[in-house]
């Protein structure tokens, strides 16, 4: 069934960049109606439900849809017709006409945005004054791949595979209180901020900042570890102005106003020698050439290519904790968009508001990386720009 999931192709609008795109999971497999012995169900557990769709067969340059997943029910079959949803793999909801009867069941995506839907009102609740780009954030950084499609991804032999993977599953399936707090041995850390990506320079339209992330990081903690291994993930969310001709991808008709996205001090690294990494970078972007800098280290799970597309960025590093003590710096930087492209429209003085969250974990290790931080994080994070 995935084979038919992979080509039935996520329809308008789910195609938009900002909204919260939401695929459908599912863990029911148990048949318990009787009228259904012998019956099987459709999907296995922790896979993708039978009716969700996605972006596998999209081009690269359109955002990963779905940006996750929840329940969203199982079909069930009996070897002979096709399969057919029933009482026992779908979820119970009230019925909107309770004169007539209390309950209902209900399935497939419109099941699994009702609880994203409930997801996002209890961050919003929890934490009024969040951002919109922030709640976005929280719900893709919660979220994990299920054992059954974990699978799937360690059989994937190259980081392009994974990207497919990613255009069916998204990036997992969230947990609220994951969003909502950090534990003694995984660490959240959530920056607000904006920078303002191109200005008018001598009649031409330039990148004008970035901005660099001091990050009040667990140094000793995790030195004291070693060659544990660790994981540091980051999601970068932010929203767009689409470009109002809609005509493609060519140089003066991208679509997004603008980009942003992130890099990551290198272990090695010192800070001057991390800001000139970045400039040319940004340099490579004004000039529209294909970079030739040094690059990330090859411990991301997904790699730039794969994860720079869409307005949100997600992406898990895994190394050992006296390499991430060093990588103790963010950049966030814009690339090109219509913004910069189009003058004529007097965009170019836009302030571009993102999201930026930061978690560390220290799986199977014993060890508190919060209480350090919490004392840190009493004085203002150092940004530059």
């Not at 999971?25 to 012995?37: A, C, G, S």
């Not at 017709?81 to 209900?106: G, K, Q, V």
């Not at 850390?189 to 901005?211: A, G, H, N, Y």
Request: charged share 25%; hydrophobic share 35%; glycine share 6%.
């Amino acid at each position: 069934y995935l084979n038919i999931n992979d080509i039935e192709t996520i329809e308008n609008p789910g195609q938009a960049w900002n909204p919260l795109i939401v695929g459908a999971y599912t863990e029911k497999v148990n048949i318990l109606d009787l009228n259904y012995r012998g019956w099987q169900p459709l999907a296995p557990g922790g896979d993708l439900s039978p009716r969700s769709r996605t972006s596998v067969a999209w081009d690269t340059q359109w955002p990963i849809r779905p940006d996750v997943v929840f329940e969203g029910g199982n079909m069930a079959f009996d070897g002979q017709n096709p399969a057919e949803s029933i009482d026992d793999l779908c979820l119970l909801t009230t019925h909107y006409r309770p004169n007539i009867r209390m309950f209902d069941r209900m399935s497939d995506t419109s099941c699994a945005t009702a609880l994203a839907s409930y997801m996002a009102a209890r961050i919003m609740s929890e934490h009024p004054n969040y951002r919109p780009e922030t709640v976005r954030a929280l719900i893709v950084h919660s979220a994990e791949w299920t054992p059954a499609m974990q699978n799937h991804f360690q059989n994937a032999s190259s980081k392009t595979a994974r990207g497919s993977l990613l255009r069916r599953y998204g990036y997992g399936v969230p947990d609220l209180s994951r969003a909502l707090q950090s534990a003694s041995n995984d660490l959240t850390l959530i920056i607000e901020d904006e920078l303002q990506p191109f200005c008018l320079e001598s009649s031409r339209v330039k990148t004008k900042e970035m901005k660099l992330h001091k990050l009040p990081w667990p140094s000793e903690e995790l030195e004291k570890l070693g060659e544990a291994k660790v994981e540091l993930k980051i999601t970068l969310s932010y929203f767009i102005e689409p470009n109002p001709g809609e005509r493609g991808w060519a140089y003066r008709h991208r679509y997004p106003s603008h980009g942003l996205r992130f890099k990551v001090k290198g272990s090695l690294e010192t800070e001057h020698d991390f800001q000139w990494r970045i400039n040319e970078v940004v340099r490579e972007e004004e000039e529209d050439r294909r970079s030739s800098s040094r690059s990330d280290d090859n411990n991301w799970f997904l790699g730039p290519n794969t994860r720079d597309c869409g307005s949100i960025h997600c992406d898990t590093w895994h190394g050992t904790a006296v390499d991430l003590a060093q990588k103790d710096a963010i950049a966030v930087y814009p690339v090109g968009g219509w913004w910069k492209e189009k003058k004529y429209l007097e965009r170019y003085n836009q302030m571009a508001p993102y999201s930026l969250i930061i978690s560390i974990r220290v799986p199977g290790v014993e060890v508190d990386i919060y209480t350090p931080v919490y004392y840190l994080v009493s004085t203002s994070i150092a940004i530059y720009t």
